[in-house]
C-alpha cells in the first residue's frame, strides 16, 4: 500500500497564512499538522474526532512540535452540530477518511457545509475500493457544493477530490 503524504496534500488545497480549517475525523493529527504548518501562527486549525485518545495523540504531537495553532474537538460529526463550531467560520474542511464509515455521510456532509464560509473549500480524501470518486461527487454535489478540482495524485490509494461552498 502507497500511503497519502499529507503535507504534500495540503499543498495542493491552496491553503494561505491566517486561514481557519477543520480537520474532520483527524485521527493521529497527520493532516491537523501539516493544516498548521500552512495556516501559520495567525490560522488556527479544529482537530475534531470521536476519540477522547487521538485527540490526546494530536494535542501532544503539536506541543512537541511547539504548534499553537491547533484546537481539538470531541464531536461525533453525525450529529447536527455537535462540533460546536460557529456556522460559517472555516476557510477549509478536509474530510480524510471517514466517509466510507461513517453511517449517516450526508449528516457529515452538512456539518462541513454549516461550518464553512461562503466560497470556502473543502477537500475529501478517501481510499479506492471504498468509497468511489463518483459517489464522492454525488453526496458534495447534492448538498450544495460545486466540485473544484479533482486531484489525482494522492498516493497510489487515494483519490482527492475539491468541492465549493456556493
Same mark, same amino acid.
Given at each position: 500500500?502507497?500511503?497519502?503524504?499529507?503535507?504534500?496534500?495540503?499543498?495542493? /488545497?491552496?491553503?494561505?497564512?491566517?486561514?481557519?480549517?477543520?480537520?474532520?475525523? =483527524?485521527?493521529?493529527?497527520? /493532516?491537523?499538522?501539516?493544516?498548521?504548518?500552512?495556516?501559520?501562527?495567525?490560522?488556527?486549525?479544529?482537530?475534531?474526532?470521536?476519540?477522547?485518545?487521538?485527540?490526546?495523540?494530536?494535542?501532544?504531537?503539536?506541543?512537541?512540535?511547539? =504548534?499553537?495553532?491547533?484546537?481539538?474537538?470531541?464531536?461525533?460529526?453525525?450529529?447536527?452540530g455537535s462540533s460546536k463550531l460557529k456556522n460559517e467560520l472555516a476557510?477549509?474542511?478536509?474530510?480524510?477518511?471517514?466517509? /466510507?464509515?461513517?453511517?449517516?455521510?450526508?449528516?457529515?456532509?452538512?456539518?462541513?457545509?454549516?461550518?464553512?464560509?461562503?466560497?470556502?473549500?473543502?477537500?475529501?480524501?478517501?481510499?479506492?475500493?471504498?468509497?468511489?470518486?463518483?459517489?464522492?461527487?454525488?453526496?458534495?454535489?447534492?448538498?450544495?457544493?460545486?466540485?473544484?478540482?479533482?486531484?489525482?495524485?494522492?498516493?497510489?490509494?487515494? /483519490?482527492?477530490?475539491?468541492?465549493?461552498?456556493?
Amino acid at each position: 500500500m502507497s500511503f497519502l503524504n499529507p503535507e504534500q496534500a495540503v499543498k495542493e /488545497f491552496g491553503i494561505k497564512p491566517g486561514m481557519v480549517a477543520a480537520d474532520f475525523g =483527524c485521527g493521529a493529527g497527520y /493532516f491537523s499538522l501539516a493544516l498548521a504548518k500552512e495556516v501559520g501562527s495567525q490560522g488556527r486549525v479544529y482537530a475534531i474526532d470521536i476519540q477522547k485518545e487521538v485527540l490526546e495523540v494530536v494535542r501532544n504531537r503539536a506541543k512537541s512540535r511547539h =504548534c499553537s495553532n491547533i484546537s481539538t474537538v470531541l464531536a461525533d460529526l453525525e450529529i447536527a452540530g455537535s462540533s460546536k463550531l460557529k456556522n460559517e467560520l472555516a476557510d477549509f474542511v478536509l474530510i480524510a477518511n471517514i466517509l /466510507f464509515q461513517a453511517e449517516d455521510k450526508t449528516a457529515v456532509v452538512r456539518e462541513a457545509r454549516r461550518i464553512l464560509k461562503p466560497k470556502g473549500r473543502l477537500a475529501a480524501v478517501e481510499a479506492y475500493g471504498r468509497l468511489s470518486k463518483e459517489e464522492t461527487e454525488k453526496l458534495f454535489l447534492s448538498a450544495g457544493f460545486v466540485l473544484n478540482k479533482e486531484i489525482f495524485k494522492a498516493g497510489q490509494d487515494h /483519490f482527492i477530490v475539491l468541492f465549493e461552498k456556493v
